[in-house]
């Protein structure tokens, strides 16, 4: 579905992706790991058209994403990053319909289908009793909830995530994987919790000093060896007793 064939991208003499080539199938949850600086975000972001690589392409479907029209990507490809924009005087369902810009002609009126899309969107992302708050006065969990219905409002086909977890609690966190788990869509997600990547992705790319260390499935990559490597951390990987899904604990030596 989407191909990163030999992606590089620097900026001054600084190389921040290195030849990077990997695929993502339809309808997998892939989720991209990494120390801090590895590259992470840099390569969403050239996936979403947002930056683009020094060398390399990405195809979508087997045709560069370079010749897609701006709203044909965007009933592509759906994205939540870590910035949240600077929309202040937006309510929160204002903010949600904006979801639906790639659907719309100039001057086309929002419509009964809009706004049901829009309301099931705030239901799915948990901020439905935000919907006439004004955006600039909402926690930091609370935007990221708003971007996320944002996003679902999108109707596109892959949704990028940029550390979706962060800045929610505990319950939200799994909340959020959960919703996104079970949409009939692809997702590829940065993530810094192990343990959800672990638990919630079926692929996981590993990023280290801007190249792709490896990729495989949790069981494949996340080993005892590969935490100390790419991560310096001691590690001891385990299932969890409830959902047999692999577990990861960590410690330094004191
Ligand atoms: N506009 C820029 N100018 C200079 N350096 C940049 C720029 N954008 C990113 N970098 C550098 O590129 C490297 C990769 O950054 P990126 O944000 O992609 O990493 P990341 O893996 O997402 O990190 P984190 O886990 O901290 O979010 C970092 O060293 C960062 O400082």
Request: aromatic letters at 22%; glycine letters at 4%; zero cysteines.
């Given at each position: 579905m989407l191909q990163v064939k030999d992606i590089s991208f620097s900026i001054m003499d600084k190389q921040i992706l290195q030849n990077l080539t990997f695929s993502i199938d339809q309808g997998k949850f892939v989720g991209i790991i990494g120390p801090n600086g590895s590259g992470k975000s840099t390569m969403l972001k050239i996936i979403y058209r947002h930056l683009k690589q020094t060398s390399g392409v990405v195809t979508l479907y087997e045709k560069d994403i370079v010749y897609f029209a701006q709203k044909k990507l965007a009933q592509e490809i759906s994205v939540v990053s870590q910035d949240t924009p600077v929309?202040?005087?937006?309510t929160v369902k204002d903010l949600v319909m904006m979801?639906?810009?790639?659907?719309?002609?100039?001057l086309d009126n929002d419509n009964h289908e809009d706004f049901a899309i829009v309301e099931e969107s705030m239901r799915l992302a948990n901020v439905l009793h935000l919907e006439n708050r004004s955006f600039g006065q909402l926690s930091g969990g609370e935007k990221k909830r708003v971007m996320l219905a944002r996003a679902l409002a999108q109707q596109a086909k892959i949704l990028v995530l940029d550390e979706?977890?962060?800045?929610?609690?505990i319950e939200h966190q799994y909340q959020l994987m959960d919703l996104v788990k079970d949409l009939p869509i692809t997702i590829v997600a940065a993530l810094h919790d192990l343990n959800l990547a672990a638990a919630y992705c079926d692929e996981l790319l590993v990023m280290k000093d801007a190249a792709l260390y490896m990729k495989g499935t949790p069981e494949q990559v996340l080993t005892e060896e590969t935490l100390k490597q790419v991560f310096h951390m001691q590690a001891g990987v385990t299932k969890?007793?409830?959902?047999k899904k692999l577990h990861l604990f960590f410690y330094t030596r004191s």
């Open positions: 929309l202040f005087d937006f979801g639906r810009t790639p659907y719309k002609k100039w979706p977890t962060n800045h929610l609690d969890n007793p409830f959902t």
